[in-house]
């Protein structure tokens, strides 16, 4: 693991029942994962909730660095970011973690995660740690059952961004309640 | 198909290399099927971009009462709603077509589609064609592959809707531009 791993850890738990809540959106996502003692971080919009267990879907492939640690490791960190980091979330989605220590050149802080070696992202909202649980190689699917859940409960700026695919995001608006309409299809305790 | 199913389409088409730019910010979309000549909605949040083509990933289950169509008829259409119709979306979500009209209920109109038997949605911003081009049953997922796509070009409300998986809904916010950054990471045409 790098030196530099900080071991404070300022995310507070968060039920794994609510973890599907950050990815249900969906935002714009970071994926650490770490391989021979080194740090990585991706950034991904290709992802789905599959369960609330929480199980997700991600697709990436070897066009991908980070690749080769979720199938030789079979774990990562869902971090999920929000927009006033949002130009450092496009940029390391911009180079490679072939040749860059993402975490060095974003000053972005690496956390140790629980569960998994792949560390937190402690700029981040939430994170998620996950394991690998299938890889379906034809379609480039990964399957990720998450394992641990943090969230920075004090933080204030709470809005994810959501990728259009031409370079241009949009930011969370207002937030429409319709709970009332959905209280039987809702899952226990969210 | 349906008696009330109108022929006139006031959508315009949308080059493909553009659709997947509908789906990437992870709106709650409706999927339309037809099967035994009945026309069915279900709304649904878990979906992902695959890849340019376009190609996509859905998550349904036979719990749900459009699967049968989309196992047996290897088509649907994803259909893009605002946030001016977002109640409707929620309630779509609440009800079944096993015993449903939804497009009655709802008072949608199906348009005729192009390569497709499901029909497009007049009220929604916009409409993807597409074919079931593979079925993962172990995780429940559906690959789609997009044939046709359309656009209401002149509508207003463009805002989609994301959920929250608590009964809450947050809407598109302000855009932000980093197409800049990422010139060299967008696909041809975007």
Redesign the interface.
Known sequence: MDGYLIKFNNMQKLPLNKA??LL????VVLITTVNGGKNNIMTI??????DFTPQF???TGPWNYSCEALIKNKECVIAIPT?DI??KV??I??CTGADTDKFRKFRLTPLKAKSVKAPLIKECLANIECRVT?H?R????F?LDAVQAWIDAGRKER?T???????????????????????????PG?
């Open positions: 599907f809540m249900e959106p969906g935002p919009s290709w992802h789905m909730v599959m879907a991600m697709l927009v949002s130009r496009v940029e989605g911009g299938d379906i034809k379609h480039n699917i399957i809005r961004i959501h990728a259009n695919g031409d370079g241009t995001f949009v930011v969370d608006g207002r937030t429409i309640n319709y709970r009332g309409l959905m209280t039987a299809k809702l899952p969210v």
